[in-house]
């Protein structure tokens, strides 16, 4: 039996059944990165996951992590610093975010990657022949499978090594706290039982609200109707409770979107099928947006489209660079991706029409820019053609907790809770106030870097027998 979902909800502090030092809520890559760090510190850590297994919204991404200055870089001939990492992340958010947490987030991008690499052995690569938009240098770091599922194998695996517990099957929707001092929490389990466990300090790492359809109708109507592709326990929990402590909250209207989820297959289809030169047509197989701008945007782009519904087109060496997803080719197992000889033959196994397809592909310029604003450079498109059907969907939400750049939580006032901290998705992340400040890789960003300053802040606040 499920137990009833109830409100977040906010108490005085209680008799508790047992205490830890530091508690996190969520067992996604936030919470175990944070989980990670906080052990390293030599801290008491407990982390509380609601599913039946460590997962979270990292294990439906390709698990992608930007960083900026790597060794993985240098060895690829890349060169990128910190600087420029930021300098990409507030032009593509108009400069809407928090300087001091993009600073911080960048400069600390190249630091967490290697130490998950050198002390917990994952194996990082550059994604080096391909560029996400909006990214000036090659900076997407991913394991062998290009899957955030392995990501989160291999950090659920580092932390039963280190002997950190994961309790699953244990749902947080009620805090107790003294004033702005975090007592503990109510962990309901599946059952309907409940546990009270007190805690030295707090880290919400339990994402944001995508999976909560009145939340996402409230602060983002314009994709309150689309496919939600996030993990269904993002249910928004720390908006409610920031209420009711008085924590502020930031760009609760900022999220990622994609506009290439195959359908109705609902795989994600790498954007890579895009910036390697491919484009996207309506149902009439016209073009109808300059596709450059970046997979968040398309969401909207791809649903304003009749039946919101879109073909991506692309061809054989495109589909070559995309093997390395594994969604892409479990896309392909199941037959979403069209193959043909010919513009036509494509066109007819769509159920487009043949000449205006055949119009639309051979009018995209060799060099330079089109009439949408898109700027075309390499290989055009040559046989085997490829395509695949797509709608739009939301990912997750980019709003949360406004945290210092160690993601200590701040009031309404300005000031800071003394043993409160978010990361990851439950965090204000540097994407800006809406879809389109959202630059690839952002929410891994988050759920990485700032996860692992959370985790590794020390403790101030004692425990009162």
Request: with cysteine; charged share 20%; glycine share 12%.
């Amino acid at each position: 039996m499920t137990a009833p979902e109830t409100e977040p909800a906010v108490l005085p502090p209680q008799e508790t059944d047992f205490d830890v030092e530091t508690l996190i809520i969520g067992a996604g890559a936030c919470g175990m990165v944070a989980a990670l760090a906080a052990r390293e510190a030599g801290q008491e850590v407990l982390v509380l996951e609601a599913d039946a297994a460590a997962s979270g919204s990292t294990a439906l991404s390709a698990g992608l992590i930007p960083a900026a200055g790597t060794r993985f870089q240098a060895d690829a001939g890349i060169g990128d610093t910190p600087e420029h990492f930021a300098e990409d992340i507030q032009a593509k958010a108009k400069g809407e975010n928090d300087q001091a947490l993009v600073d911080a987030l960048a400069q600390g991008s190249a630091p967490a990657i290697e130490w998950l690499a050198e002390q917990y052995g994952l194996p990082f690569s550059v994604v080096s022949d391909f560029d996400y938009p909006g990214h000036s240098r090659r900076r997407m770091h991913g394991l062998p499978t290009r899957s955030g599922q392995e990501l989160v194998d291999r950090l659920r695996s580092a932390c039963e090594s280190r002997e950190i517990d994961i309790i699953c099957k244990r749902r947080v929707r009620t805090l107790f706290a003294d004033g702005r001092r975090i007592t503990g929490v109510i962990a309901t389990r599946g059952d309907g039982g409940q546990e009270r466990i007190g805690c030295r300090r707090l880290i919400l790492a339990c994402n944001g609200f995508g999976g909560n359809r009145k939340l996402v109708r409230e602060h983002m109507p314009d994709i309150a109707d689309a496919l939600w592709f996030g993990h269904e326990g993002n249910r928004g929990e720390v908006l409610g409770w920031a209420s009711q402590l008085g924590a502020a909250t930031r760009h609760l209207g900022a999220y990622q979107g994609h506009g290439n989820v195959a359908h109705p297959n609902g795989i994600l289809i790498t954007w890579a099928v895009i910036t390697a030169g491919g484009v996207q047509v309506n149902i009439n197989a016209r073009r109808f947006w300059n596709e450059s701008l970046g997979y968040s945007e398309a969401a909207r782009r791809v649903l304003s489209q009749s039946g919101g519904l879109a073909w991506t087109i692309f061809d054989g060496r495109i589909a070559d660079i995309a093997r390395q997803f594994a969604d892409f080719k479990n896309a392909e197992a199941q037959g979403a991706i069209r193959q043909d000889a010919t513009i036509a033959e494509l066109a007819r196994a769509c159920g487009l029409d043949p000449d205006v397809l055949e119009a639309t592909l051979t009018s995209l310029p060799k060099e330079g820019q089109d009439k949408f604003g898109r700027h075309f450079t390499g290989p055009t498109l040559t046989p085997p053609y490829c395509a695949v059907k797509v709608t739009g969907a939301l990912f997750h939400t980019q709003g949360g907790l406004d945290v210092a750049p160690d993601g200590q939580v701040r009031g309404t006032d300005g000031t800071l809770f003394p043993n409160l901290y978010a990361a990851g998705g439950a965090a204000s992340g540097v994407s800006g106030s809406a879809d389109s400040g959202y630059l690839s890789g952002n929410g891994l960003l988050s759920a990485i870097v700032l996860g692992r300053a959370a985790g590794a802040s020390q403790v101030s606040v004692q425990f009162e027998r």
